[in-house]
C-alpha cells in the first residue's frame, strides 16, 4: 500500500514574457498509503488531481467564549497559523496519498514564502504550474471559532494580471491529471476546466456563497463539464428552490451525474444518476475545536473515494471521517488528517465498549486500507502560533 517513487519529469514551459516566479519540479513525496495502488499504470497521467486558486495565510483564533464584542478586548485561549485558501483543498488530497499539483499566486513576502515551504517541502505538492507574484502581498484570513462556528476576517487587494493568470489554470502549463477540483463561480467561465475535461480529466465541482443572491444554476456554466457537484445543504436548496437538502440532490442530477449534498451535524447525502444509486451516512461526533476548511477536507475525502473506484456510502463515509478528524486541530490546511490518523482513529474506536455493531460495519472498509502497524507519519506539520521560530545561532 506504499505508493511509487515515480518522478513526474520534468516541468512545463511558461510563456517568457510572465513577470513571475515560477517553482522548480521536485521528487514526489511518498504517503503511508496509497489508495489508488491497485489501478496505477504506466500510462497513468502524472498527478492524481490538479487545482488552481489563490493561497492565503490563515490565522486561527480558539477557545473564545464569545463572539468578539465592540469596544471590548478578547483573548483566545489557542492561536494557529498554517496556509490557507486553496492550500486548504491541496494538502487534504496530498495527505490521502493522492499526487497533488496546484496553479496557484503567492504573495512576494515572507508569509508566500512560508506557505510555498509548507505546501511544496512539507506536504508533497507539485508547485511547478505556481508562481510567486513580484510586489505583491500575501491575502490574510483571520477566523475565530466559538460555539462550534467561527466568523472571518480577510484582507488582500485586487490581484494583478500575473495572480489571474496564474488562477486561471495557466493553460500551456495544466499538467495532465486523473481529476480536478474546480471552486464554480456565478457568472463566470473558466477556460482550463472545459479543456481539462475534453482531455479526460474528471471535474469535482465546488462552489461557494453566492453574493449576488440569484442563486441561478445557469450561472455555474461549468458545471456541465463535471461529474460530480458538492454544496452544502443551504446551497443546494436555494439553487434548487427546494425546502429539503435530499430533494435538492436529486433536483441537483438534472444539471450533473453525481450529487453531493452535505447536511452538517446530520452527515452527508448523494445521488448518482448513471447508476440510480442514492447514499446518506450520519456525521461522526467530534467535539470541535475549530471547523476551519472541513469542507475542503469532505471534498478531499470524496475524491480520492471516487477515484479509487469505492461504493458510494464507503466515499460519504470516508469523507465524513477525514472532515471529523480535521475540526479537532487548528487550522484549515494542517488540520487534515493522514492515514496515520484514520488508522489510529479506527483502532480506537473499535476498542470502544457498547459501540453499535451496525455503525462500525459502517466502516469496514478500513481494515484493508490503513496502515497494519503504527509508523511515523511523513513530513507533517500543525498550525502553531507564529510562522517560523528563531533557528539557534
Given at each position: 500500500?506504499?505508493a511509487?517513487?515515480?518522478?513526474a519529469?520534468a ?11 515560477v ?5 514526489h ?17 502524472p ?6 486558486g489563490t ?8 477557545g473564545?467564549d464569545?463572539?468578539p464584542v465592540?469596544g ?5 485561549r489557542?492561536m494557529?497559523?498554517s496556509p ?29 514564502d512560508?506557505?510555498w ?14 508562481g510567486t ?10 477566523s ?5 462556528e ?11 494580471p500575473?495572480?489571474?493568470?496564474l488562477?486561471?489554470?495557466?493553460p ?12 464554480l ?7 482550463w476546466i472545459?479543456?481539462a ?29 463535471c ?14 428552490g427546494?425546502d ?7 433536483a441537483l ?16 447525502y ?11 451516512v450520519?456525521a461522526?461526533a467530534?467535539?470541535a475545536?475549530?471547523p ?5 477536507v ?7 473515494g ?7 456510502a464507503?466515499r ?9 478528524l ?10 487534515a ?5 484514520i488508522?489510529a482513529w479506527w ?25 497494519e ?12 502560533p507564529?510562522?517560523g521560530?528563531r533557528r539557534p545561532?
Amino acid at each position: 500500500m506504499t505508493a511509487s517513487n515515480t518522478s513526474a519529469g520534468a516541468g512545463p514551459e511558461y510563456p517568457e514574457d510572465r513577470e513571475y516566479i515560477v517553482g522548480a519540479p521536485h521528487a514526489h513525496v511518498a504517503p503511508q498509503v496509497d489508495p489508488l495502488a491497485r489501478l496505477r499504470s504506466a500510462d497513468d497521467p502524472p498527478w492524481d488531481v490538479y487545482l488552481t486558486g489563490t493561497v492565503f495565510l490563515d490565522i486561527i483564533f480558539t477557545g473564545l467564549d464569545s463572539a468578539p464584542v465592540r469596544g471590548t478586548e478578547s483573548w483566545a485561549r489557542g492561536m494557529g497559523s498554517s496556509p490557507g485558501g486553496v492550500a486548504n483543498m491541496a494538502t487534504a488530497l496530498a495527505r490521502l496519498g493522492l499526487r497533488t499539483s496546484l496553479a496557484a499566486a503567492f504573495g512576494d513576502d515572507h508569509y508566500g514564502d512560508y506557505c510555498w515551504d509548507a505546501l511544496e517541502q512539507g506536504e508533497g505538492i507539485d508547485l511547478s504550474p505556481s508562481g510567486t507574484v513580484p510586489g505583491w502581498h500575501s491575502p490574510v484570513t483571520v477566523s475565530m471559532a466559538y460555539e462550534g462556528e467561527r466568523t472571518m476576517v480577510s484582507h488582500g487587494h485586487e490581484p494583478p494580471p500575473e495572480a489571474v493568470f496564474l488562477q486561471e489554470g495557466v493553460p500551456e502549463c495544466r499538467p495532465r491529471a486523473r481529476a480536478a477540483v474546480a471552486s464554480l463561480t456565478p457568472g463566470r467561465r473558466s477556460s482550463w476546466i472545459a479543456q481539462a475535461a475534453s482531455e479526460g480529466t474528471r471535474i469535482f465541482g465546488d462552489v461557494g456563497w453566492d453574493d449576488t443572491g440569484a442563486w441561478d444554476l445557469a450561472g455555474l456554466s461549468d458545471l456541465e463539464h463535471c461529474e460530480a457537484f458538492l454544496p452544502n445543504a443551504e446551497e443546494a436548496m436555494r439553487y434548487t428552490g427546494t425546502d429539503c437538502p435530499r430533494a435538492a440532490a436529486h433536483a441537483l442530477t438534472a444539471f450533473v451525474p453525481l450529487a453531493v449534498v452535505t447536511l452538517g451535524s446530520e452527515g452527508a447525502y448523494a445521488v448518482d444518476r448513471r447508476t440510480g444509486e442514492s447514499a446518506e451516512v450520519p456525521a461522526i461526533a467530534v467535539e470541535a475545536l475549530d471547523p476551519t476548511g472541513a469542507g475542503d477536507v469532505f471534498v478531499a475525502g470524496f475524491v480520492t473515494g471516487t477515484l479509487a473506484g469505492w461504493p458510494l456510502a464507503d466515499r460519504l463515509a470516508f469523507a465524513g471521517l477525514t472532515a471529523a478528524l480535521s475540526v479537532q486541530e487548528f487550522g484549515g490546511s494542517l488540520s487534515a488528517p493522514g492515514w496515520s490518523e484514520i488508522a489510529a482513529w479506527w483502532r480506537r474506536v473499535q476498542s470502544v465498549q457498547g459501540q453499535d455493531p451496525a455503525a462500525l460495519r459502517r466502516y469496514a472498509f478500513l481494515e484493508d486500507l490503513v496502515p497494519e502497524a503504527s509508523v511515523e507519519p511523513w513530513p507533517r506539520r500543525r498550525a502553531v502560533p507564529t510562522i517560523g521560530f528563531r533557528r539557534p545561532a
